[in-house]
């Protein structure tokens, strides 16, 4: 009788070792610190979207990981494309939270309609507008003026309803007496990217791009035979959008765009900063 009740003892003791067991996780040592099996729940991230100029794609997905490592709360994803399809699409209750754009125009309409922070509201960097070539060229073509030749038939230029560069291009060559002569052969962008792949591969003459663009063209593909000049300056604005859920996130982003971290980064990409 002795000996069953001694199995007895073990039995109940090896169940209630199980059920501490099991119940691990609601455990604290002496200390009272959580037992290494206490769930520990992650911080959640809040994610933003970044409707950015096609020309800030390759600066901006650089900028992605630096500035997500310094904000682990916040995960940034970007929508790349002309400054005046962004607006449209703003306007149109597109969830976005931060916009930058090529030009202050269409910052300017976004800030008249009440659909931008503007308070947020930064200049942030600054670029030039290029006449490149393709590589292979024969046309000798070395300014705007050059463009007005027979021999020139194709001229890529950023839709100016939708690109910003588009709007430079046509204010520069009007400003420069030649638009009448050049508007007849020139063939409509949706964005500056899309121009430098026009003349990457050839399929026209010359094309209008920014100095930033440029310096991300496939090797040996394009030349940049001349420099633009503008009236009106190509100035980048950065704003939180009103309908964001997500302002304090957002305006997070823009410091770090405005800081001199971004500044830095802007910088290695050919940009002048607007603090320069």
Not at 37 to 54: C, G, M, N, R, Y
Not at 216 to 239: D, L
Request: with cysteine; net charge negative; hydrophobic share 40%.
């Amino acid at each position: 009788m002795r000996k069953e009740l001694i199995v007895l003892l073990v039995l109940l003791g090896v169940f209630l070792a199980i059920g501490c067991a099991e119940n691990g996780s609601e455990a604290v040592n002496e200390t009272g610190t959580p037992t290494a099996e206490t769930a520990v729940p992650e911080q959640e991230s809040e994610t933003i979207l970044v409707s950015a100029a096609a020309s800030l794609t390759e600066v901006f997905t650089d900028m992605e990981s630096q500035f997500e490592t310094e904000n682990p709360g916040v995960d940034v994803n970007f929508n790349f494309a002309g400054s005046g399809s962004l607006r449209t699409q703003i306007e149109g209750g597109a969830p976005v939270d931060v916009f930058a754009s090529a030009s202050q125009s269409h910052m300017d309409i976004l800030a008249g309609e009440g659909l931008i922070e503007n308070s947020s509201r930064e200049d942030f960097a600054q670029n030039s507008l290029v006449l490149i070539v393709p590589s292979s060229s024969t046309l000798n073509i070395s300014g705007i003026e050059d463009l007005t030749s027979l021999e020139v038939e194709r001229i890529a230029i950023g839709n100016p309803e939708t690109a910003p560069v588009g709007k430079y291009t046509t204010q520069s060559l009007t400003e420069a007496g030649i638009w009448d002569q050049l508007e007849g052969k020139t063939v409509l962008a949706e964005d500056v990217k899309q121009v430098l792949v026009y003349v990457e591969r050839g399929e026209v003459d010359a094309g209008f791009v920014y100095m930033t663009d440029a310096k991300t063209a496939e090797p040996e593909t394009i030349e940049i035979v001349a420099t633009v000049p503008v009236t009106t300056p190509i100035s980048y604005p950065i704003a939180v959008v009103s309908a964001s859920e997500n302002k304090e996130e957002a305006q997070e982003f823009i410091d770090f765009v405005t800081g001199q971290e971004g500044q830095e980064i802007l910088e290695e990409y050919g940009f002048t900063p607007e603090s320069e």
